[in-house]
């Protein structure tokens, strides 16, 4: 929710900050601006509406050289999406401040009407303007920018990152970060600041993630970071691993496009280094956990959001398979307001591809405030929620743009796995040469997705072919029922059309009923080669909803004789063990929905009303 970009260094301000916009823009799209001192002091150009509208603002009315400046898109929480509330916003009567601002300011109120009694002056209908007055009020009060920023952001209550500079001041920004995402890049006679690190990986692989409730003053040659009362921090510098041209489109028609086909390349990365070749998992990472806290585990809570929450529900069925350990999965804006069961023997692990979702944060402080450890898996370095956690499962996915999340999610099912033996293999829950044989047929997973996407094109033809369904259904078993879940999810938030994913067994308590002539089913096929498979049980399910009227698409292993004879169209995914198939067959589902939607004219890397990154509750 909402990107913002600092800089203060040699090269053109204006480059920089529109980069490092366009980089962040799928933390928010409802409008975008920016501020840079130069010859003529401080300068701002705002816009509703995409990047592009501000690119094209600029142009018109063209900015000052300039050598320091600050940068946002937004994400609307406070005021609607108008040039007048976008940021940056100008503090005090002499507009000599500018002021950037991720997140709520929750006693914005009593401020505004502070300042309206000494009789300010607003322009917008934003929270974030009554940081900017206050700000420059106490400038002119105290002369010294550092001081006036501190006292100001000890007084605010809520979430933030709040970037300031100050015509008077021309060589610093200032930075706050409570509760809200903040990264320093450090560059050779220059620094940057953003929301996260894609605003700067083009130019600087050197980062500190900014810490609770500390400021930042930035300099081309210093930076500094403090506490909100003053004390003086010493930042852990880390290296990015992120590739800058991760994070652009490469010749690909979209975001979403291109992080589909990077999916063989995350899935590989993910098990990188943490999977011998004779199947014996070895996660360094999770070193930080309590061996006797695994050892007694009599519990396991996942966290997560969306189609985070998904990975989790694939994770839930491998770690209860393979290491007998009860799992329950819960949406952390759910988990901690009803007084969850949480012992000294609980872990909970938090799924998050940002690792800035405020849900999934507020739901891992609880947890810890209660006494339980925390496990993060998460695919973006120097996130709060890595920082905060005891233990960190990197998923290595690299930069995910397009805000439907793909890669991500096959790399976080990856990690689930990953976990899930490794878990096994500590408890000895299963033969150690059973686990292994497990952890080698993982170890194939890459090459079968790779095969998964060079044959996407029926699943993309189906897309165009259904442009005009009103709704589609998807249906599910066992680790088929998160798959239907999240194919359902994808077509919600790309084609803004009614989807619903269902277990296939639940049919017939409810559900059936909406099965009418030409409805358009998903289904997910399991393998009919396990002894205990359930594709017999599924079939009749395919039966049932076309005895009733139903289009059938089936997601079926390739060499299921008997699918074809019960569904309209057929898409086939490479063999494997039933467990791992969901990382198969939920190719297949975004390529549909991303083909249906383009089919439709709309944006798949920036559906309406979303951003990437929900950084408010
Ligand atoms: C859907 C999607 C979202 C995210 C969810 C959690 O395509 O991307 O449902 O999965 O907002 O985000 P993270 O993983 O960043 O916590």
Known sequence: ??????????????????????????????????????????????????????????????????HIGIGHTRWATHGAPTDGNAHPHLGGPTQKLSLIHNGIIENFAELKAELLAEGAKFASETDSEVAAHLIAREYEATGD??????????????????????????????????????????????????????????????????????????????????????????????????????ASKGGWSSFMAKEIADQPQAVADTLMGRIDSDGLVRLTEVEGLDLGLVMNLDRLIIVACGTAAYAGDIAKYAIEKWARIPVSVELSHEFRYRDPIITPNTLVVAISQSGETMDTLMATRYAKEKGAKVLAICNTQGATLARESDAVIYTHAGPEVAVASTKALTAQITAGYLLALLLGQMRQSLPAAELMALGQELLKMPARVTRVIEELEPAKELGREFANAKSVLFLGRNVGFPVAMEGALKLKELAYIHAEGFAAGELKHGPIALIE???????????????????????????????????????????????????????????????????????????????????????VDQPRNLAKSVTVE
């Open 1 to 66: 929710m909402c990107g913002i970009v600092g800089y203060v260094g040699p090269k053109a301000t204006l480059d920089v900050l529109l980069g490092g916009l366009r980089r962040l823009e799928y933390r928010g799209y409802d409008s975008a601006g920016v501020s840079v001192i130069g010859a003529h002091g401080l300068e701002t150009r705002k816009k509703a509406g995409k990047l592009d509208n501000l690119v094209a603002e600029i142009a018109a009315h063209p900015m000052s050289e300039s």
């Open 145 to 246: 920018l550092p001081t006036a920023f501190a006292n100001v952001v000890n007084r605010l209550h809520g979430a933030f990152t709040i970037l300031v500079i100050h015509e008077d001041q021309p060589d610093v920004v200032m930075a706050a970060r409570r509760n809200a995402p903040l990264v320093i890049g450090l560059g050779e006679g220059e620094n940057f600041l953003g929301s996260d690190v894609a605003a700067f990986v083009e130019f600087t692989k050197r980062a500190i993630s900014v810490g609770q409730d500390q400021i930042v003053i930035l300099r081309a040659d210093s930076v500094e970071v403090r506490t909100f009362d003053g004390h003086p921090v010493t930042p852990e510098e880390f290296t990015v691993d992120w590739d800058a041209s991760a």
């Open 517 to 603: 002539e030409g409805q358009p089913v998903i289904v997910i096929v399991p393998s009919p080669r396990e002894a205990d498979s359930l594709q017999p049980k599924v079939i009749s399910n395919i039966q049932e909803i076309r005895a009733r009227g139903a289009k059938v698409i089936a997601i079926a292993e390739e060499g299921d004789t008997q699918v074809e004879a019960y569904s309209e169209h057929v898409l086939w995914i490479p063999q494997s063990q039933s467990i791992f198939s969901p990382i198969l067959a939920v190719i297949p589902l975004q390529a549909f929905a991303m083909e249906l939607s383009t089919a439709k004219g709309l944006d």
